[in-house]
């Protein structure tokens, strides 16, 4: 069997047609994902049923043909085994009602065997294959370290990274123990993902864009490599880094050696083409751009394509899709990279 697109454009393969897949793609857009998640009162109930997973993980490619699934899960799924008590709560998302903040709440967290704790995503990766068209290549993935973190540490979501930098800037031993934790536990459970039969990896770093390029190199990077370090000790698969609003940290980024990196709307394409002559690239249309109509997406797409003459990419949005696109807009901006414009 020949390899497939998605694979070959990781390797920096310049295919016949892009490759396209949708971060989110699995969501609440789709009226079939909605039927099955309202059988669970409780998100990371739904998470961890292995069946429910498969099921969901599997709908966009039926639906839409594209050309990778990506396994439905949550980046947040390892920090309950340490100790902390996260919830998802409706209308806020995820919430930790006992932050870290401390270097003995730092000390108190448990090391866990990821293949023990975790045995439903080795189940539902088994059943996602099964479930998958033969041809049709499967992406595990994780939070960064840096992420998990900062939802460990400011107990929410958080647009300026307060609680974390400051522990950063204040207790730098504690914060160097807090993200080495973390990282260990990450790099572990991306390599047994690939192990359970993933075909390539993603790093969701999504608050790095918090950071500036100074603090990236000292809060971020050493840790995101201790996860690669963990994931290439292990496995031969093809790594993605995807993180949002963190166009000016690409040179930081491009030193860990990602088989790929994913760029958010905001990333001016075609200098960072010019300037990265050499890197494959994932996206980066507007999410929201899915609510224009179907030739003002086709357009956009169509410029965007353009500029990808002769480069190894694959297509996507520069986020997740937001939970109120109409389908029409996933399928115009299908339509349009594989060439079938209105």
């Not at 599997?58 to 839409?64: A, C, E, G, H, L």
Request: with cysteine; hydrophobic share 45%.
């Amino acid at each position: 069997m020949s390899t497939p697109l998605f694979l070959r454009a990781l390797q920096g393969e310049v295919t016949e047609t892009k490759p396209v897949w949708l971060m989110r793609q699995a969501g609440r857009y789709l009226p079939e994902y909605r039927e099955v998640r309202k059988r669970f009162t409780n998100f990371l109930d739904f998470v961890a049923d292995a069946e429910a997973a498969a099921t969901v993980t599997v709908q966009p490619v039926n639906r839409f043909g594209l050309d990778a699934a990506i396994l439905f899960s949550d980046i947040l799924v390892t920090l309950p085994p340490m100790g902390i008590d996260l919830k998802f709560i409706s209308g806020m998302g995820p919430v930790v009602e006992r932050p870290i903040q401390s270097e003995s709440s730092i000390k108190a967290l448990t090391n866990f065997d990821c293949e023990k704790v975790l045995p439903f995503t080795k189940l539902a990766i088994e059943k996602t294959k099964r479930k998958l068209p033969p041809a049709t290549p499967l992406l595990g993935f994780v939070g960064g370290p840096l992420t998990l973190a900062s939802y460990a540490i400011e107990g929410k979501s958080s647009k300026d990274l307060q609680e974390t930098k400051k522990l950063f800037y204040r207790e730098p031993f504690a914060y160097e123990a807090l993200l080495t934790h973390i990282a260990n536990i990450t790099g572990e459970y991306l390599a047994l993902q690939a192990k359970w039969g993933c075909d390539a990896l993603v790093i969701m770093d999504s608050w790095a864009g918090h950071l500036s390029i100074a603090d990236y190199r000292q809060m971020a990077l050493p840790y995101t490599q201790i996860v690669l370090d963990k994931v290439r000790k292990g496995t031969n698969a093809p790594v993605l880094h995807y993180a949002n609003g963190a166009g000016h940290l690409l040179n930081e980024i491009e030193t860990l050696n990602f088989s790929a990196i994913g760029l958010d709307w905001r990333t001016d394409l075609a200098t960072t083409l010019q300037t990265h002559p050499t890197t494959v690239f994932q996206g980066n249309l507007d999410p929201a751009m899915l609510f224009a109509p179907a030739e003002t997406i086709q357009t956009r797409t169509r410029e965007i394509m353009d500029l990808l003459k002769g480069r190894a990419h694959i297509m996507n949005l520069g986020h997740g899709v937001l939970p109120q696109t109409p389908i029409e807009g996933v399928q115009a901006f299908i339509d349009a990279v594989r060439g079938n414009f209105l």
